[in-house]
């Protein structure tokens, strides 16, 4: 079975630039989550999507935001990039959501550097 | 919101001496214990969970134990080999809501 895969592996914008970013879960995942990696704040969550709804979000502000569509792929968009978006942006796959607690599967993350 | 604080942040031992990582949560409603285990370059990769029923997992070199009532559980690796060595991350998860502990990054010597 294919794992989660993310596109694309590294990008360079610049300042005021907007990104988005695609995960494709593994078959038959329906939950998707999506994680900034940096070396000050560690991982912190952005939000999940379970069935193109978004389920749970994180503490980050308006400019990130995400889609999930009927085959459970999911995009995230950042607008308006600042320096401090630049981070390991990770999209993590699991079999369910909701009331109990679930295994996730990352991908290996999209490198951002804003410049 | 959960406060998860993750001990040792740097470890460094022997091939074949034990390993051991802690982590403290806050949230007594947490049900779900995981531990990640990130390689440079890559994404975490999860490496053993345990779930609020049971007090201890084994597989293998590696093992996770729980106490519910202290809010703490670890990480044990035996028999450490080089290629243990990587960041290892614990995320105490309560139903849709997992929070990652800061790190904890093991260097098995050979």
């Known amino acids: 079975k294919a794992g989660v895969t993310q596109t694309p592996r590294y990008l360079i914008k610049t300042r005021g630039q907007q990104v988005t970013l695609s995960c494709s879960p593994i078959s038959g995942h329906r939950s998707v989550s999506w994680y900034q990696q940096t070396p000050g704040q560690g991982l912190q969550f952005l939000f999940e999507y379970f069935s193109e709804t978004q389920r749970n979000k994180g503490n980050f502000p308006g400019r990130f935001s995400g889609r999930q569509f009927s085959n459970s792929r999911s995009e995230m968009n950042v607008s308006t990039l600042e320096l401090g978006d630049s981070a390991l942006y990770l999209c993590a796959s699991s079999l369910t959501s909701g009331s109990s607690p679930y295994e996730q599967y990352f991908g290996p993350g999209t490198r951002l550097t804003v410049t | 919101g959960e406060n998860v604080e993750q001990h040792p942040s740097t470890l460094s031992v022997q091939e074949g001496d034990s390993a051991v990582i802690k982590c403290t949560y806050s949230?007594?409603?947490?049900?779900?214990f995981p531990w990640y285990k990130q390689e440079l370059g890559k994404g975490p990769q999860l490496i053993i969970d345990i779930r609020s029923n049971v007090g201890e997992k084994k597989d293998q070199r590696i093992a996770v134990t729980l106490n519910k009532t202290a809010k703490h559980f670890s990480l044990h690796i035996t028999e450490t080999q080089p290629e243990d060595s990587a960041v290892y991350f614990c995320a105490p998860a309560n139903n849709n809501d997992m929070r990652f502990g800061a790190g904890t990054r093991l260097t098995v010597k050979p």
């Open positions: 949230d007594s409603a947490s049900n779900y």
